[in-house]
């Protein structure tokens, strides 16, 4: 069984910053696209960034600039690390992935969110 497990999140002051992490576990055979997206509260979960397995990476215009995308395909973990962070980039952010499992069957997945507040 494929899962996604994210973590990092937690209280910053405007300005600061928070590096998050998600790692994959389970039967994996292939892990292809890794990104992450977020959701503030009363609004649509939007697209933050992401990160092919050749390490090309995209960026939402929001977040160019301040957040840096990477993985580790040893680990089967990607990492956001947020920089000067602002308090519209506070919500709930969560780790997507597209992930063979061990049969070869490509499915996408969902971490279960960490949050991530931004405050004075």
């Known amino acids: 069984q494929v899962q996604l497990v994210d973590s990092g999140g937690g209280l910053v002051q405007p300005g600061g910053s928070l590096r998050l992490s998600c790692s994959a576990s389970?039967?994996?055979?292939?892990?292809?696209?890794m990104g992450w997206f977020r959701q503030a509260p009363g609004k649509q979960r939007e697209y933050v960034a992401r990160?092919?397995?050749?390490?090309?990476?995209t960026y939402a215009d929001s977040v160019k600039g301040r957040f840096t995308i990477s993985r580790d395909n040893a680990k089967k973990t990607v990492y956001l690390q947020m920089n000067g962070l602002r308090p519209e980039d506070m919500a709930v952010y969560y780790c997507?992935?597209?992930?063979?499992?061990?049969?070869?069957?490509?499915?996408?997945?969902w971490g279960q969110g960490t949050q991530v507040t931004v405050s004075s």
């Open positions: 990160i092919t397995r050749s390490e090309v990476s």
């Open positions: 389970g039967t994996i055979s292939a892990i292809s696209i």
């Open positions: 997507n992935a597209d992930i063979a499992d061990a049969r070869g069957i490509l499915r996408n997945y």
